[in-house]
Nanobody, 123 residues
Framework: QDQLMESGGGMVQPGGSLRLSCTAS????????IAWFRQAPGKEREGVSC????????YYRDSVKGRFTISRDNAKNAVYLQMDSLKPEDTATYYC????????????????WGQGTQVTVSS
């Protein structure tokens, strides 16, 4: 069955780091735009970061710029989100999805979504 799967979430103290992984089964991520989204309890889902299909461009929402890095490893069929200097407001369930990326405020998921991985930033 074609699907995306996230991993790497957990609980970390403020200022800590986590690396989320998005892997696919049944299809290759190479050549696909991939975005990370997050949703905190009681809040709307928001786009966090996106990497274009040709890997030429990456986009980040303003609140994570300079702290998060999106990258791709085609050999491992994976896209990563390195999250550093984490803040309590980063606490959310993080999802990856196939997406079209246009700007830091415009990336749109289409097709596949993962099941989500929980990130909790708390002291």
């Amino acid at each position: 069955q074609d699907q995306l799967m996230e991993s790497g979430g957990g609980m970390v103290q403020p200022g800590g780091s986590l690396r989320l992984s998005c892997t696919a089964s049944g299809f290759a991520l190479k050549g696909l735009g991939i975005a990370w989204f997050r949703q905190a309890p009681g809040k709307e889902r928001e786009g966090v970061s996106c990497i274009t299909a040709n890997d030429r461009d990456t986009y980040y929402r303003d609140s994570v710029k300079g702290r998060f890095t999106i990258s791709r490893d085609n050999a491992k069929n994976a896209v990563y989100l390195q999250m550093d200097s984490l803040k309590p407001e980063d606490t959310a369930t993080y999802y990856c999805a196939t997406a079209n990326c246009y700007s830091s405020t415009a990336f749109y998921a289409h097709g596949y979504w993962g099941q989500g991985t929980q990130v909790t930033v708390s002291s």
